[in-house]
């Protein structure tokens, strides 16, 4: 058994400034001001756009991302409906294959790592070792993989590619970032838009 935290890599390579000029282009295709761009309007002209609600032309950028998460969290990532998703499988992966390291691997709960924790620690650890002996045993008796995964728990860990324009990047931080949200999706989230933030100016400085 493995235990890793959540993590995710940016998956395209981002030049900021690059999509502000091409988010000015398109937006001013609709006023027909595109006479007006200079070296350094695209800036002015994104966050204007935004302060006034005009987000249909941050549709025409996209990002992806590879987040690597427990199949809970994955499971709310995937209601974000303006989206484009690849997932791994779990009806094609076989975990007892040594690609795998012939183990099964589980996102440990952050909230469970201090001392005050331990034995909470300690039931979820014994119930994804008796999850993971379950798996294999069912694989030995002939189960295919599609069979065996029904035993596997949330905390499996699961790798995602997720697609969003910036429209619905920026509407997936303000849901998954406040401190109401689910704690392990902003154990992804709010690292994830910091990084984008420091990638691209403007376009999620008021989230």
């Known amino acids: 058994m493995k235990l890793i935290h959540s993590n995710f890599q940016i998956e395209d390579a981002i030049d900021g400034e690059r999509i502000l000029k091409q988010i000015e ?14 070296e350094d309007s695209a800036r002015k002209f994104v966050a204007r756009i935004i302060k006034s609600g005009h987000e249909s032309v941050l549709e025409h ?11 809970g969290v ?7 409906r303006i ?18 390291g012939s183990e099964l691997t589980f996102i440990k709960p ?9 034995e909470k620690y300690a039931l979820w650890k014994e119930a994804m070792e008796f999850s993971e002996k379950a798996y294999f045993k ?17 905390s499996l860990k699961t790798e995602i590619i997720v697609t969003m324009n910036l429209r619905e990047w920026r509407h997936f931080f ?27 100016p403007v376009v999620f400085d008021d989230i």
């Open 74 to 80: 994955s499971h709310e990532l995937v209601r974000h």
């Open 174 to 200: 303000k849901m998954r970032t406040p401190e109401n949200a689910h704690p392990q999706i902003r154990e992804v989230a709010c690292p994830l838009l910091e990084k984008l933030k420091s990638m691209i």
């Open 110 to 118: 952050f909230y469970w790592d201090n001392e005050n924790s331990q």
């Open 61 to 71: 950028e996209k990002i992806s991302v590879r987040i690597i998460c427990d199949r």
């Open 25 to 38: 282009l398109y937006g001013r295709t609709c006023y027909k001001s595109e006479d007006r761009i200079t």
């Open 138 to 154: 069912l694989l030995e008796a002939g189960a295919k993989p599609e069979e065996a995964r029904s035993v596997l728990p949330n």
């Open 83 to 100: 989206a484009s998703y690849s997932q791994e499988s779990t009806r094609y992966c076989n975990y007892g294959h040594e690609k795998f």
